[in-house]
């Protein structure tokens, strides 16, 4: 079964930093976009960024320049998150899908890992 698997989820305080990894089962997404997404209460879910495997990457608006994603290697990505705020407190997930235009509703997730901003 292919999973994928977070971790470094946790409670930071703001303007603090948090870097969240993510890990495939198999070598079954060398070829896919690896991201985060995250859900707030309340609200949708949302893309925070993705990586192509040639390094070519995307940010929603709102962590541009505060966050930065990379692949270490064909099914492992990260997302080093810096300057945190409220705002970004979150269930982040891990996806993958075949490109980045790729329906979210047929691409592969993670279980979630909790990202809570606050003093």
């Known amino acids: 079964q292919v999973q994928l698997v977070e971790s470094g989820g946790g409670l930071v305080q703001p303007g603090g930093s948090l870097r969240l990894s993510c890990a495939a089962s198999?070598?079954?997404?060398?070829?896919?976009?690896l991201g985060w997404y995250r859900q707030a209460p309340g609200k949708e879910r949302e893309l925070v960024a993705a990586i192509t495997r040639d390094g070519k990457s995307k940010y929603a608006d709102s962590v541009k320049g505060r966050f930065t994603i990379s692949r270490d290697n064909k099914n492992t990505v990260s997302l080093e998150m810096n300057s945190l705020n409220s705002e970004d407190t979150a269930v982040y997930y891990c996806?993958?899908?075949?490109?980045?235009?790729?329906?979210?509703?047929?691409?592969?997730w993670g279980q979630g890992t909790q990202v809570t901003v606050s003093s």
């Open positions: 198999r070598n079954y997404f060398s070829t896919y976009v």
């Open positions: 996806n993958a899908k075949r490109s980045m235009d790729w329906p979210e509703n047929n691409s592969y």
